[in-house]
């Protein structure tokens, strides 16, 4: 399992460093911090129930398979957006 922070919904509540200090960690700004790593086994359900107790929802997590396709995804996106820019720039160019 992996989490997901959505930044644009978190308002630093700390609630998910408070309940998982192992995972979460705190910013100087009061922010979460998340590595990419997947969970430890052994963790996974004091992640959840600081993913329960975010009041924002801001927390996702995802199955090591989920976070593989996403990154995928994404890593598929940015190159689709860089040829678009490349096009772009080579018409004005021309």
């Known amino acids: 399992m992996k989490a ?4 644009e ?4 509540h700390g609630r998910c ?3 998982c200090p192992e995972v979460f960690a ?3 700004n009061g922010y ?3 590595d990419d790593s997947p969970i430890p086994d052994d ?24 976070s593989s396709a996403e990154k995928s995804s994404t890593e598929k996106s940015g190159a689709e957006e ?5 096009n772009s720039s080579e018409e004005s160019d021309g």
């Open 43 to 66: 963790l996974a359900a004091r992640v959840r129930r600081a993913a329960d107790n975010c009041p924002e929802s801001a927390i996702t997590l995802l199955s090591l398979e989920e």
């Open 32 to 34: 979460p911090v998340l």
């Open 9 to 12: 919904r978190c308002t630093g």
């Open 82 to 86: 860089s040829g678009a820019e490349e």
């Open 17 to 19: 460093y408070a309940l």
């Open 26 to 28: 705190e910013d100087d």
């Open 4 to 7: 997901r922070i959505d930044f």
